[in-house]
């Protein structure tokens, strides 16, 4: 009887596994000092809104070729809290917060990025 | 099999695939990522493409299962979604059927892999930019896990319904 499992199975499954965690390496892990959310729709960036430092409850709403989300952005998270589109996805991924975090709603293409500016220390070049 | 006997089978796949794709969406699951998900349908798909004599008949249970599913509740945006990553995932799977090395839970657990690169595929272009990409690491290990426990389950099964075709 042929194994149920076989040594190219192990290393195919290794091999993906690896292909998945890729994304982490571009993933910045050091710590920015400014932190906004950028909310595209259709690809063409429409609001920029700087989180860090931010305080209180702010919701708005986000219309485009009929459709709708409402985004609240509360202290340094910001969420989608409802949306007219079918699958409520956008809901469910719950508040963003540190630069990397994305919501997408794909029925609408709308996507909510996270973002940070690294400190500006980066940006002298070194003599 | 004689020309009825594989209308009949093919019909009886489609319609069994379908089945597990509706169950799927009455199975209350935690929220991974999007468009994480179980993909029981991908067993018949496994067991199709196993037991047909030909991949393009396999290839024809997926595409009536993926039309069928998003006029019984998908819509438009599902069945771009179910469509690219099914054809990617089952080029993959067979693909590395023909290659003849690996076992059908090696083959189902890329299947899994493969369906989320599509999906992370369409939704890039959908969003305009790879940033979607950043859940694969979520995505990518579930599609792995799902598609193996799918790729053992099919295991079994097929040693039974090698007998009967």
New interface residues.
């Given amino acids: 009887m ?5 040594r ?3 290393l ?2 290794i091999l ?2 690896f ?6 390496l571009f ?1 910045t892990s050091q710590k920015p000092d400014r932190v906004y959310a950028d909310i ?1 729709v ?2 063409k960036l429409t609001r920029r809104i700087p989180l860090s430092g931010h305080t209180g409850r702010d919701i708005f709403v986000i219309s485009h070729d009929g459709h709708s989300n409402t985004i609240v952005v509360e202290d340094d998270t910001i969420a989608v809290t409802e949306a007219d589109c ?1 699958d409520k ?1 956008c809901i ?2 719950g508040p963003a917060q540190k630069p ?1 975090g ?1 919501i ?1 709603c ?2 609408h ?1 709308l ?1 909510i ?1 996270v973002k940070g500016e690294q400190p500006e220390a980066d940006l002298i070049p070194m003599r | 099999m004689n020309p009825t006997q594989k209308i009949v089978y093919l019909a009886l796949l489609t319609g069994q695939s379908l089945a597990l794709f509706l169950l799927e969406g009455l199975i209350p699951l935690p929220f991974l990522a999007p468009g994480a998900k179980l993909g029981l349908a991908n067993l018949i798909t496994l067991i199709a493409l196993y037991t047909l004599p030909r991949w393009q008949d396999a290839a024809l249970v997926l595409f009536l299962r993926i039309l069928l599913a998003s006029l019984f509740g998908g819509g438009p945006t599902i069945l771009l979604y179910s469509l690219s990553g099914g054809v990617l995932s089952f080029a993959a799977m067979a693909l590395l059927k023909k290659s003849g090395r690996f076992t059908p839970l090696g083959i189902s657990s890329a299947g899994g892999f493969f369906h989320h690169i599509g999906q992370l595929l369409a939704a890039s272009l959908i969003i305009g930019g790879p940033q979607l990409f950043a859940y694969l690491p979520i995505l990518g290990p579930c599609g792995l896990l799902t598609g193996f426990l799918l790729g053992g389950t099919a295991s079994k099964i097929l040693v039974h319904i090698k007998i009967v075709v």
């Fill in positions: 042929k194994k149920m499992l076989n190219a199975d192990i195919l499954i993906l596994l292909i998945s965690l890729t994304p982490l993933l595209t259709e690809g079918p996805r469910l991924q990397g994305i997408a794909l029925p293409k996507l990025e």
